[in-house]
């Protein structure tokens, strides 16, 4: 473990008053708390703070549900930069719900300085929500989490809310996150990548496929599921009413047919 920047500690002090106590305190914007979204009349996107911090990281991890090929192309350049300078990253993902796409992990996986996981999900352990980016410079921790999956929609345009922190590596909170992300990293039911993407190919397709099965298929509409009485129910009901109006609180149905 390095030794912790005696700077480093009072910045992030400085963050957090700013952040949590007092928004008119004075500090340095990198060491602040900060709620991440996108709102393109405010020129912010979640996009942009993950290439930020990417481009500054000397390890980074990633957590996240959903990966398309859509999500990661605007990351490649910087993705690329990192593999150059031997940057080394961890990125795990889950087959929940067969939607990642194999394309995407593919490229992943040909960056040389990134490792590649799946956690596969079932039953027993039940769905993988996770949308977290851990990014370490020195002895500071960069963490965001919150509700952006690896997706062009979700880190760009979509209305996601998450929050960012910064943390010493000796911080409760980055402790959690870290131990968290490498319980799933080592889980038995996550599988390294050479172990799980042609099974998980062939999945995908059959999925893509019965998709497309179903969205060519006809829309059901509500009025063609409503119960309707056949002629014999509809006898019995009327003749039920007749009863009722006559007075009688006792009716007796013979139906030899059941």
């Known amino acids: 473990?390095?030794?912790?920047?005696?700077?480093?500690?009072?910045?992030?002090k400085q963050g957090i008053q700013t952040g949590y106590i007092d928004s008119a305190i004075n500090s340095n914007l990198a060491f602040r708390p900060?709620?991440?979204?996108?709102?393109?009349?405010?020129?912010?996107?979640?996009?942009?703070?993950?290439?930020?911090e990417l481009r500054r990281c000397?390890?980074?991890?990633?957590?996240?549900?959903f990966i398309t090929l859509s999500g990661i192309t605007p990351l490649l350049q910087t993705l690329?930069?990192?593999?150059?300078r031997g940057i080394p990253g961890k990125v795990l993902t889950t087959d929940y719900l067969v939607f990642s796409e194999p394309a995407a992990i593919e490229k992943l996986a040909s960056l040389k300085n990134i490792e590649v996981k799946?956690?596969?999900?079932?039953?027993?352990?039940?769905?993988?929500?996770?949308k977290g980016y851990i990014f370490r410079k020195e002895e500071t921790y960069r963490i965001i989490i919150g509700s952006s999956n690896l997706t062009s929609n979700a880190i760009t345009v979509n209305k996601e809310w998450n929050t960012k922190i910064v943390s010493?590596?000796?911080?409760?909170?980055?402790?959690e996150v870290l131990g968290e992300f490498n319980n799933l990293w080592i889980d038995e039911h996550t599988h390294a990548y050479e172990q799980f993407i042609e099974e998980y190919r062939i999945r995908y397709r059959i999925a893509k496929e019965q998709k497309k099965i179903a969205r060519?298929?006809?829309?059901?509409?509500?009025?063609?599921?409503?119960?309707?009485?056949?002629?014999?129910?509809?006898?019995?009901?009327?003749?039920?009413?007749?009863?009722?109006?006559?007075?009688?609180?006792?009716?007796?149905l013979i139906s030899a047919t059941g």
């Open 58 to 65: 000397n390890e980074f991890c990633i957590s996240v549900a």
């Open 216 to 252: 060519s298929q006809e829309i059901p509409t509500l009025e063609a599921y409503k119960l309707k009485p056949n002629k014999m129910q509809a006898a019995f009901i009327q003749n039920l009413e007749v009863l009722r109006n006559q007075g009688a609180n006792k009716a007796l």
């Open 80 to 84: 690329s930069e990192l593999e150059k």
């Open 118 to 130: 799946m956690f596969c999900s079932n039953q027993e352990n039940g769905g993988f929500h996770t």
């Open 1 to 12: 473990m390095t030794d912790i920047f005696p700077k480093t500690i009072d910045e992030i």
């Open 168 to 175: 010493t590596q000796r911080g409760t909170v980055v402790q």
């Open 34 to 52: 900060e709620l991440i979204f996108n709102d393109y009349k405010k020129g912010k996107k979640v996009l942009s703070s993950i290439e930020e």
